[in-house]
């Protein structure tokens, strides 16, 4: 198959993706503690991190300011400035008996292990996976991944807004969520398809 140009993804149907209510912001600790014994029963979740952006040349990024863990039916959110009500989220990300898939980890894995001490373990790189499965030359990302498969164009409007904010707005919300969302949709495809 062939990599999908930007002009072909601008014209494809918008991906509507995880619907509102079946996205779940953790904010408590009775909130954590029921999102983390569900994640617990899962071997295979999609996974990101948004942190705010940096504009300014030399600026360090405080991120992440929210993680995205996400089922096949729900995706829970957990902005990191509730970080004392889910610290047991650790044993989720550093669990080598889940896998997490996302892409562009290594961001995430460095910026989780400098601000909270969390080991990402047993994860998987997109990117590389759809590279190789769709036979394309260049990595590729999530929009480019889900025009590939689903035939569907991925909004990145959210992308750079403020995620250090609380509470996210819908767009916000639905944007993180989709983007870990998809993430665990590829993986499921691509295991489908390979056999």
């Known amino acids: ?17 995880i619907s509102l209510e079946n ?5 408590n600790k009775a909130d954590a503690i029921s999102a983390i014994a569900e994640l617990r029963t899962h071997f295979c979740l999609g996974f990101d991190t948004e942190s705010k952006p940096c ?11 929210l993680i995205q863990i996400a089922t096949k039916s729900k995706v829970f959110l957990f902005p990191t400035k509730f970080y004392e009500h889910f610290t047991a989220i650790a044993d989720i990300l550093s669990d080598p008996t889940i896998k997490k898939v996302g892409f562009g980890l290594k961001e995430d894995k460095k910026s989780l292990f400098r601000k909270f001490g969390i080991k990402l373990v047993n994860t ?3 990117s590389a996976t759809v590279m ?12 480019v991944a889900v025009a590939m498969f689903f035939e569907r164009r991925l909004s990145k409007s ?12 819908e767009h916000q ?23």
């Not at 198959?1 to 993706?17: C, N, S, V």
């Not at 989709?178 to 949709?185: K, P």
């Open 132 to 143: 190789r499965f769709m036979q394309v030359k260049q990595r590729v990302g999530a929009r």
């Open 124 to 126: 998987e790189e997109l």
């Open 173 to 195: 919300k639905k944007y993180a969520a989709n983007d870990a969302h998809t993430s665990l949709l590829i993986e499921l495809e691509i295991e489908r398809l390979s056999h």
């Open 158 to 169: 959210a992308q750079q807004s403020n995620w250090s904010i609380f509470p996210l707005h």
């Open 1 to 17: 198959m062939k990599r999908p140009t930007k002009e072909q993804i601008r014209d494809l149907p918008i991906y509507e993706g």
């Open 23 to 27: 996205i779940i912001v953790v904010i």
């Open 55 to 65: 504009f300014i040349k030399g600026e360090v990024s405080d991120g992440p300011h």
